[in-house]
């Protein structure tokens, strides 16, 4: 829990302790936050960035553990080393924060988000929309005679640049789940 | 072993298997289950307040000068809103408190029921944490939690709302052995880390300790081994406002209180030094100053148990996570094991300087005619108080600063003030809470007659319960601390920082019953002070001071430490010797 401690044997990532604590470069963070599954607790770590002024740029919740009562709050954040320090010194002061493992010091982690995008168009549009989701690896879940709803899993990277190709052929909506994440290898955060 | 009773029981049976002696409160329909039963029994004293903000000072008064935690209980809706700022205080100076409020039926939460507001919503951002408890059968684990949340790592407010249903209802008590926590805090600091300090310590030439409200929050022993500490390194150690007596103003070492309105020695030495040992304080503004000139030369320590206290605004080298004693015990036995050594040349010559500093003598000031000056009445305090058992708390104000500067702490404990916060209203309610723990004591409020106005009703609770508390006002007709920063920093535009219409304070006093003393002639004080002092009940002493004075030493906002301003024109010689420093 206790952010100044970083794990033993952290790979080359964990070299974040020697960067000068105080500079003005602004770091985009993953967190991955375990807090007990009780009502109020995203309140309180909501109400934490809100009341502190810090960044969210991706906030997802959902319980991983139903007999332990445990959820798993994802957070990408940003800020300076300091700020990003403090954002998780003060999450591991909420009571029903059990750990808060910042995956992008931690070492490598894979991360993933879930959108859907309604496109709407005919003839041509139509097909070069279903060929640029055959190259993004996009599948259709919904289909009418003038729309398609794609499903498209990656990094959130990836989901912008398929939303900015369909753009231009009839986008519609769009719904992102935000970033769910894990750290690679067999070491597990709980 | 479980015991089946109703939440109401659950509540008083919680506390009473606590410790816990002594109940602030007010009533409301929605805590009457827990009043019926607080009636029914004789473990547990109930103190009827006059308003739920000075039921929750009073929590802090009592948990400040016991170590233990401060207990209040208010109804739903007003009465929940109305601890509120007494929650806010207790957190920014980390005070254990419990808050118990009562709350409209669960069937009726959310329709806007008679006296409902959202009490959890409203104090998420004002506790350490808060519970509502739904189930009978959750009430006994929730209250034995919240007392371990209170008290452990960084202590602070928590509150449980809790629904009349689940007073009613019967359940299985939980008994505080059966209460289950992850919530543990590391005490034990690294090892590494302090072997790294106390080779730090063995070379610095111009060290300095620098405490705070840490040390008094880790207990007695905490305050013991810093004394041992500094008299075994024969280091200069100063406080903040929230650490005073950890370390006794008498002993050697004392530099006085640092920050704005710190001694001038206390902030040079921090300024000039070349290791900054910070035990349990928070570099709050108050301390820092301009932060970028903030002790430049300096390497710095940081002993918490808190991690977000380290690294916030100030950049540490050898950071200690862990509880005050814990760490002092660990680097008093390696410092000892590596042969007590300091640099005995260095620190001579560092004491030199610090003596040179204190010549300035930034405190003083001429008693002269007819009128009595703030600083002298709180001398003649000082000199009149301080063979008895004493407890001191305050208002918020100049009067405060005052008395921080002017009175000297022996002990941990004694000094209960609102530092973090600056809650004006606080020092009253929190005197009757001192005085209820500690009934034969000499407990005096140090007070701005604006200040004190914002919870006078509290006499009456003092005459109800034969609670001897002494409030002590500085007269001063005037918001005094706003009144400075207009004249200093707004033209002399003096907008709406005088006392208008200012009740007869003798009068006052005698139309709750209790004695009311006038001075404002420096010649009779110290015989007034005597008769408040051995006077068998609650005095409100009105002392006329000097309307106008200013409290110095004080560091401006945006400045660093050595552009201290001294106010006093005697002093300037000395100022220059000691550096750049305005007047
Ligand atoms: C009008 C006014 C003027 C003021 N002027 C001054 C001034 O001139 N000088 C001054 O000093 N203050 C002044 N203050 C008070 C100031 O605002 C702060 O409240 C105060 O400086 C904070 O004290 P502290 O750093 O000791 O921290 P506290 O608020 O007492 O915090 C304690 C620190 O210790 C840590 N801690 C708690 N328990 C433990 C433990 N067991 N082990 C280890 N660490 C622990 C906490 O995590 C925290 O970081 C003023 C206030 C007012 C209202
Ligand atoms: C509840 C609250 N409101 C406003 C303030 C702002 N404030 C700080 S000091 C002060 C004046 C206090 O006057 P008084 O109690 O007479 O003390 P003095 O400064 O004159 O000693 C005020 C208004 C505050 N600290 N708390």
């Known amino acids: ?190 | 072993m479980t015991k089946a009773m109703t939440g109401a029981k659950m509540v008083v049976q919680a506390l009473v298997d606590q410790g816990v002696e002594v109940v602030f409160g007010y009533p409301g329909g929605a805590v009457l289950p827990i009043y019926d039963e607080i009636f029914q029994q004789n473990q547990i004293k109930h103190v009827l307040v006059r308003h739920e903000q000075g039921a929750v000072h009073a929590a802090e008064g009592y948990a400040r000068s016991t170590g233990k935690v401060g207990v209040a209980l208010v109804t739903s809706g007003p009465g929940a809103t109305n601890a509120v700022t007494g929650l806010t205080d207790a957190l920014l100076d980390s005070i254990p408190i419990l808050v118990l409020t009562g709350q409209v039926p669960t069937f009726m939460i959310g329709t806007d029921a008679f006296q409902e507001a959202d009490t959890i919503g409203i104090t998420r951002a004002c506790t350490k944490h808060n519970w509502l408890v739904k189930e009978t059968d959750k009430l006994g684990q929730t209250l034995h939690e919240a007392f371990h949340v209170a008290t452990s790592g960084r202590p602070g407010p928590v509150l449980i709302d809790i629904p009349k249903d689940v007073q009613f209802a019967t359940g299985k008590y939980a008994q505080k052995t059966q209460m289950e926590t992850h919530y543990q805090p590391q005490v034990k600091g690294d090892l590494d880390a302090i072997k790294e300090l106390a080779l730090a310590m063995a070379t610095a030439k111009r060290p300095v300790f620098y405490t705070g409200g840490g040390v008094v929050n880790s207990g007695t022993a905490a305050s013991q081994l810093l004394r041992e500490l500094v008299e075994a390194t024969n280091f200069p150690i100063t406080s903040t406002l929230m650490g005073l007596g950890a370390y006794p103003a008498s002993g050697e070492n004392w530099l006085g209180m640092l920050g704005m309105h710190g001694l001038y020695e206390a902030n040079m030495a921090m300024h000039d030094c070349d290791l900054m040992i910070n035990i349990g304080a928070r570099f709050d503004d108050r301390i820092t100053g301009r932060l970028d000139a903030f002790s430049p030369k300096s390497k710095k320590a940081h002993i918490d148990i808190d991690a977000s206290s380290i690294n916030k605004v100030i950049h540490v080298d050898i950071p200690i996570l862990g509880d005050v004693a814990h760490v002092l015990e660990d680097l008093l036995k390696v410092w000892k094991a590596n042969g007590r050594k300091t640099d005995k040349e260095g620190l001579s010559k560092w004491w030199d300087q610090i003596n040179e500093w204190k010549k300035v003598d930034c405190l003083s000031f001429k008693q002269e005619g007819k009128i009595i000056k703030p600083q002298y009445a709180l001398q003649r305090l000082e000199a009149l108080t301080k063979k008895y058992d004493r407890y001191i708390t305050t208002e918020v104000g100049q009067h405060q600063m005052w008395a921080a500067q002017y009175l000297g702490f022996e002990d941990p404990n004694r000094w209960m003030t609102s530092g973090g916060l600056g809650t004006m209203g606080y020092g009253h309610p929190a005197s009757i809470g001192v005085q209820m723990a500690h009934p034969d004591a000499l407990v005096i409020n140090i007070a701005g007659e604006a200040s004190w106005l914002m919870n006078m009703q509290e006499l009456g609770t003092s005459m109800q319960y034969r609670l001897n508390t002494k409030q002590f006002i500085l007269n001063n007709e005037r918001l005094g601390m706003v009144r400075q920063w207009q004249e200093l920093l707004h033209g002399e535009r003096y907008s709406s920082s005088w006392s208008e219409s200012l009740p007869d304070f003798v009068k006052l006093a005698e139309a709750f019953g209790a004695k009311g003393i006038q001075c404002h002639d420096p010649d009779a004080l110290d015989d007034a002070i005597m008769e408040m002092i051995t006077y068998d009940g609650p005095v409100l002493f009105d002392c006329l001071v000097e309307k106008h004075e200013n409290c110095f030493p004080m560091i401006p906002s945006g400045k660093p430490h050595n552009e201290m301003l001294l106010g006093d024109a005697d002093t300037k010689g000395a100022i220059k010797a000691g550096g750049a420093v305005l007047v």
């Not at chain 1, 010194?89 to 995956?103: A, C, M, P, Y």
């Not at chain 1, 279903?130 to 794609?150: G, H, K, N, P, Y």
């Open chain 1, 1 to 190: 829990m206790s952010p100044l401690k970083l794990k033993k044997g952290a790979s080359s990532h964990s070299a974040y302790d020697l960067k000068t604590p105080f500079s003005d470069t602004v770091e985009r963070h993953t967190l991955a936050v375990i807090v007990e599954n009780e009502p109020g607790v995203l309140a309180r770590v909501i109400g934490l960035f809100a009341g502190r002024g810090y960044n969210i740029e991706s906030l997802t919740v959902a319980e991983i553990d139903h007999t332990g009562h445990l959820s798993r709050i994802t957070i990408v954040t940003s800020g300076t080393p300091q700020i990003i320090q403090q954002i998780k010194s003060q999450l591991g002061r909420i009571i029903t924060v059990h750990s808060v493992n910042d995956l992008t010091v931690e070492g490598p982690s894979v991360e993933r988000e879930l959108a859907l995008l309604k496109v709407t168009g005919k003839g041509d549009q139509r097909i070069e929309a279903i060929r640029l989701a055959d190259i993004f690896r996009a599948s259709v879940v919904d289909s009418t005679l003038e729309s398609f709803v794609f499903e498209i899993t990656g990094t959130p990277e990836k989901i912008d640049a398929f939303a900015d190709l369909m753009r231009p052929l009839g986008l519609q909506e769009v719904a992102r789940t935000g970033v769910a994440a894990l750290s690679r290898g067999p070491d597990a955060h709980v």
